[in-house]
């Protein structure tokens, strides 16, 4: 069982950058492709970028794309998210989830998630 756990999360201004960490406990998560999805209260739980497992794919929601950088360390065992120009609507608990297959971008192909971690965008 692999363990996911975010951090980072926190509450800032429209404008702003914010850096998320999920770090894993187990080696072979760096064999696994890592995402990031948020959950906005009422709302479903949204993609948001993708890595492969050695970095050299990613892939972004459109809403994020040009704002949002995703990377991992594989030595680390973690994957990041920069968020700059942050907006009100990126309001939501932001999720890391690690998958055996290659940047999915639904929920149902993701193994493993981490409890969240709030971020919260004032105007």
């Known amino acids: 069982q692999q363990q996911l756990v975010e951090s980072g999360g926190g509450l800032v201004q429209a404008g702003d950058s914010l850096t998320l960490s999920c770090a894993g406990s187990g080696r072979a998560l760096s064999t696994y492709s890592m995402g990031w999805f948020r959950q906005a209260p009422g709302k479903e739980r949204e993609f948001v970028a993708a890595?492969?497992?050695?970095?050299?794919?990613?892939r972004y929601a459109d809403s994020v794309k040009g704002r949002f950088t995703i990377s991992r360390d594989n030595a680390k065992i973690t994957v990041y998210l920069q968020m700059n120009s942050l907006k009100p609507e990126d309001t939501a608990v932001y999720y890391c989830a690690a998958a055996r297959t290659l940047v999915p971008s639904t929920v149902r192909e993701y193994d493993y998630w981490g409890q969240g971690t709030q971020v919260t965008v004032s105007s």
């Open positions: 890595i492969s497992w050695g970095g050299g794919r990613t």
